[in-house]
């Protein structure tokens, strides 16, 4: 979760500077990170329900 | 002239949702370090998703309007949903605990999923709005004012990022945090 923000945090940091190259497709690598969390989340309850 | 209004009034909606979403993480960090409560795996997520959607319309206002920052909002605002919609779906049958202190009767996850919606909905609006794409020179001249928002956004994930350091380190946070690992 800490890299998310980290990523997170940088990507705030190159808006603000003014470099867009790389924002995209590092907040797709954040999208994607969490996205593995909540699965992850998910399925660790099912387990545990089933 | 028509152009300028366009663009003034498409500021004016960037700049009220971008305070409405900073204004909910600085609430979820008042909950957090005035009256004591950690965050769970899916609060954090939701934030993570709260974060995204100030970004998208950050890079609007920084570089000019463009689909790919609007979908950067949409795909953050459905991804908060759907994390606050799985919380409330946990919390929703009677009998079970629900999750932290509740604000004018209903509690985060449930803002946050309203939020979520709303921002989701009204940016799917202000995207269709063909005339905002035409200018090539509708970047914002930054001045005091833009770098004080650009600022406290910034803050504000720091902020987060050494919270969630703090409580998790860099492993998976717990569904139910009852200390900070620091």
Known sequence: MAFAFIFMMLAFGLTWMGKRQVIIPIFYLVLLMGTFLFITDITTKLSIQL | ?182
Request: include cysteine.
């Open chain 2, 1 to 182: 002239m028509y152009k300028n209004k366009i663009w003034r009034w498409e500021i004016f909606c960037h700049v009220m949702e971008l305070l409405g979403v900073l204004s909910v993480l600085g609430l979820a960090c008042i909950f957090q370090f005035a009256l004591q409560e950690i965050p769970c795996s899916l609060c954090l997520l939701q934030r993570l998703g709260l974060f995204g959607i100030a970004l998208g319309f950050l890079m609007n206002l920084r570089f000019g309007f463009r689909p790919s920052h609007y979908a950067i909002v949409i795909l953050s605002g459905i991804f908060t949903a759907l994390v606050a919609l799985r919380q409330i779906a946990l919390h929703i049958l009677p009998g079970t605990q629900d999750y932290g202190i509740p604000l004018f009767g209903l509690h985060l996850y449930t803002w946050s999923f309203i939020i979520a919606m709303i921002v989701v909905v009204f940016t799917t609006l202000i995207l269709g709005i063909d005339r905002q794409y035409f200018s090539t020179t509708n970047r914002l001249i930054m001045n005091k004012w833009w770098h004080g928002l650009f600022a406290i956004s910034f803050l504000l994930c720091l902020l987060n990022c050494a919270a969630t350091l703090a409580e998790c380190g860099f492993y998976k946070c717990p569904a139910d945090p009852t200390h900070y690992l620091l």
